[in-house]
C-alpha cells in the first residue's frame, strides 16, 4: 500500500510542472489574442477568458503590449505577424 501511494506521489510531482506550466507570449500568439480581443466587447472579463485560452493572465498579456510598444525589433515581428495572418 505504501509503495502504491509512493507512485502514485512521483507521477503527480513529474505532471503536476507540465499541467502547470503557463504558455510564452510570441509574436504570432500576440497578435491573434490581440485579434480576438478586439473583435470582442473589450471588457476586463472577456479579455481574462480570450487570454485564459492561451494560458495566459492579462497582466502577462499587457506586459508583453508594453514590451511591443518599447522595443522596435519586437514591434517589426508583431507587424510582420500581423501581415501573415492578414494574408491568410
Request: with cysteine; proline share 5%; glycine share 2%.
Amino acid at each position: 500500500m505504501i509503495k502504491h501511494c509512493v507512485i502514485a506521489l512521483v507521477i503527480l510531482s513529474l505532471l503536476y510542472p507540465v499541467a502547470c506550466k503557463k504558455s510564452t507570449i510570441t509574436p504570432k500568439l500576440f497578435v491573434t489574442i490581440q485579434n480576438e480581443m478586439l473583435e470582442s466587447d473589450m471588457q476586463p472579463a472577456t479579455k481574462e477568458s480570450i487570454v485564459a485560452k492561451y494560458n495566459l493572465s492579462l497582466k502577462e498579456y499587457e506586459e508583453y503590449e508594453k514590451k511591443v510598444e518599447s522595443d522596435p525589433q519586437l514591434k517589426a515581428d508583431v507587424g510582420k505577424e500581423r501581415l501573415n495572418i492578414m494574408k491568410q
